[in-house]
DNA sequence: TTAAATTTGTGATATAATTAACTATGCAAT
DNA sequence: ATTGCATAGTTAATTATATCACAAATTTAA
């Protein structure tokens, strides 16, 4: 396979065209130009045109995309074609909301274990997914990766800082092959594992960098 | 003011240092390396002093950094000397757990204010923050301004997709110059305006993306 | 049929960001 | 004092990314 280094942005950017054509499809548009996919989402037309080139001609010069068949593209390229195994670690407001978040549901991803370590959460159920006990992490995931085959699972971390990296270590331990994290801590992890940090904090200190500077 | 356009990786990564240099701080450490921070964060070290010589010179060569100084340095170029106004519209699960979030409170932002449109949750409680309704915004939030004479006001959008964008307007209008959206939607604003959009599935779909690419 | 209008795909160019290499400075040991 | 070592700050080189501009393909209208 080659691949040519695709720049991460690019995947970012895929990941919302592939939304706003889901969107735009429901509304019944059938085909759409790059100059209104650019509209829609705020991008240049010639930038989504570069994105797409990375993997294919999809298009019709002078008439543009066919709205399902660019959409079905850019979910295989997402790699959204297979099943994917999702397990969420830590269960408190953060983790619970991200249990019931609908977005997730509606790109696909559904949430297949839950882990937390408070004997009051075990054995509830969120979501139709029981909530497990954290110390049978590695037996769950285990039996999980066995009925599924060879696909591989991510994780997701929603536990309290000082114990992101240890449920890492565990997941990754456990065949884990992707892991967000939403723990404001750097974790340290082998290579070949796929890591994405979601720090909420930060997000508003790039919102106060920016004002603090148009004040002066 | 000069201001050469600084690199919004560079903004992302001293949010980190600073998290980073609060921890090391809390620990005793007095002086520190770019090297150490590099290792502690996962850059480089080169890419860490190119980061901080964007806004002057904080080290003493030989030496290092003094930790303290150095995260107070940081903590004010990301303007977080001033208290900014922060409110959150929407509480479901997503609104509560941002409400309730320790790391915000940990990096200095307090939740001023909270809107809802169930009547069920007006009036009640969180953080010691009285939940209003929505219908109340823009009244709440003069008030709220004027207690605070020019401080901007930050608005945290968590409610459903449909509204997201009827809801920034009016933030807007009320003078919030800045918004963290995690509806997941292509939101127009005033250029101005500061935005930025959290959007969790595209994590995933960044993972799913880097492990199909692995997997062929 | 031909011409005009549209819109993709792409090579060339420009811009931006990162990395590497170097210089200057300060400290510690002798 | 002098030398050696460590490390910040800075300039240059490299790499990565985005923009531009145009040729190629298709449709529509005359």
């Given at each position: 396979?080659?691949?040519?280094?695709?720049?991460?942005?690019?995947?970012?950017?895929?990941?919302?065209?592939?939304?706003?054509?889901?969107?735009?499809?429901?509304?019944?548009?059938?085909?759409?130009?790059?100059?209104?996919?650019?509209?829609?989402?705020?991008?240049?037309?010639?930038?989504v045109?570069?994105?797409?080139?990375?993997?294919?001609?999809?298009?019709?010069?002078?008439?543009?995309?066919?709205?399902?068949?660019?959409?079905?593209?850019?979910?295989?390229?997402?790699?959204?074609?297979a099943?994917?195994?999702?397990?969420?670690?830590?269960l408190?407001?953060?983790?619970?909301?991200?249990?019931?978040?609908?977005?997730f549901?509606?790109?696909?991803?559904?949430?297949?274990?839950?882990?937390?370590?408070?004997p009051?959460?075990?054995?509830?159920?969120?979501?139709d997914?029981v909530?497990?006990?954290?110390?049978?992490?590695?037996?769950?995931?285990?039996?999980?990766?066995?009925?599924?085959?060879?696909?591989?699972?991510?994780?997701?971390?929603?536990?309290?800082?000082?114990f992101?990296?240890?449920v890492?270590?565990?997941?990754i331990?456990?065949?884990?092959?992707?892991?967000?994290?939403?723990?404001?801590?750097?974790?340290?992890?082998?290579?070949?594992?796929?890591?994405?940090?979601?720090?909420?904090?930060?997000?508003?200190?790039?919102?106060?960098?920016?004002?603090?500077?148009h004040?002066?």
């Amino acid at each position: 396979m080659k691949t040519l280094k695709i720049p991460e942005a690019t995947i970012v950017r895929l990941s919302v065209y592939s939304r706003f054509l889901g969107t735009a499809d429901r509304r019944g548009i059938t085909t759409i130009s790059s100059g209104d996919i650019a509209d829609g989402v705020g991008v240049s037309p010639a930038q989504v045109r570069k994105d797409l080139a990375y993997f294919g001609e999809f298009g019709t010069r002078g008439v543009g995309y066919n709205v399902k068949d660019l959409h079905r593209h850019i979910m295989k390229i997402l790699g959204l074609s297979a099943e994917w195994q999702v397990s969420l670690v830590g269960l408190g407001n953060l983790g619970l909301a991200l249990a019931q978040y609908k977005g997730f549901r509606e790109r696909g991803f559904k949430i297949r274990s839950i882990f937390d370590s408070d004997p009051a959460k075990v054995g509830t159920t969120v979501n139709d997914v029981v909530v497990e006990h954290i110390d049978n992490l590695e037996e769950v995931l285990a039996q999980q990766g066995a009925q599924n085959g060879a696909i591989a699972q991510i994780g997701i971390i929603a536990v309290p800082t000082p114990f992101a990296q240890s449920v890492a270590d565990r997941l990754i331990k456990s065949g884990v092959k992707a892991i967000l994290n939403f723990a404001p801590v750097v974790l340290s992890v082998p290579p070949e594992i796929e890591l994405r940090n979601v720090d909420l904090a930060v997000h508003l200190e790039v919102l106060t960098f920016n004002l603090a500077l148009h004040k002066s």
